[in-house]
């Protein structure tokens, strides 16, 4: 299990409390790790975590027992086995062609568990979100491969999102999408991608206008905000919003803008004193250089 996933399990189901060492690090007991490989396989099999976070030892031991048994008597491409982004986006891939929501739940979640977040967003979910919206393209994917797909991505994000903002303490980071923008997934990519950097990320959502989203920005004390707007039809419409909200955002607050239709408008964009950002990698970069230049509280008077 990766740290941040673990850490995760414990603050908020409370799943174990280990011993501290002097140095205040965790001590965990035969009893512990035995009590998390019970829930790792357990949520493998595709249960959700918070269902099975209450249940004992014993109890865990045989709803175990039961869903690999129930596996063997069905068997079909198989997780479990899977560590690398490459094998785990072939079975994401699948699971969507085949409209299996919950093998695409039980794998992504997989992902989460085996692989470093970073890894998860850049070679499992990025690209799987990529091949769908080619294959939608070409005409192999119909509506409802994509809106299953699009459904069980962003149940994942959020729960990302959850369990690691969760534990952070950092500096605040909000995400949304300009007025007229419904796609919500790369805002949230954004979000969880900054909790990666230690950032508290928080996803507005969808559709705002600027006066809501520096409206939330000031009442959350971010240090920034991070725009998202993929659609071309919005495209011309993006410039006014985006100066709309620099308008209203104080000078220290920075403003992150990205996706296909910011792509689009750069340079009447970089006019508006904000940044344009070609990628989940980059946006990442910003934020970890912004963090260790130690980012200021913005000024909220006047």
Known sequence: ??????????????????ERSAGGQRLYSDDDVNRLSLLRRAVEEGRGISQVSGLSTQELEGLVEEDEAERLRAPGPNPLHSSTGGEILVLAEKAVSDLDPYGLERILMRGAMSLPLVAVLDE?????????GTSWREGRYGPGHEHLATVQVRRFLEWLLGTISHTVKGPVLLTATPTGERHELGALLSAVSGAAEGWRAVFLGPDLPAEEIALAAMRLEARVVGISAVDPGSAEALPGEVRALRGRLPPGVQVFVGGTA??????????EGVEVLGSFSELRVRLRALRAAGVRLPSHSG
């Open 262 to 271: 910011a792509e689009m408008m750069t340079d009447a964009l970089r006019g």
């Open 124 to 132: 499992v979910v990025t690209p799987l979100l990529d091949s769908i």
């Open 1 to 18: 299990m990766t740290p941040a996933v673990l850490r995760a399990w414990e603050k908020r189901y409370g799943v174990v409390d280990p």
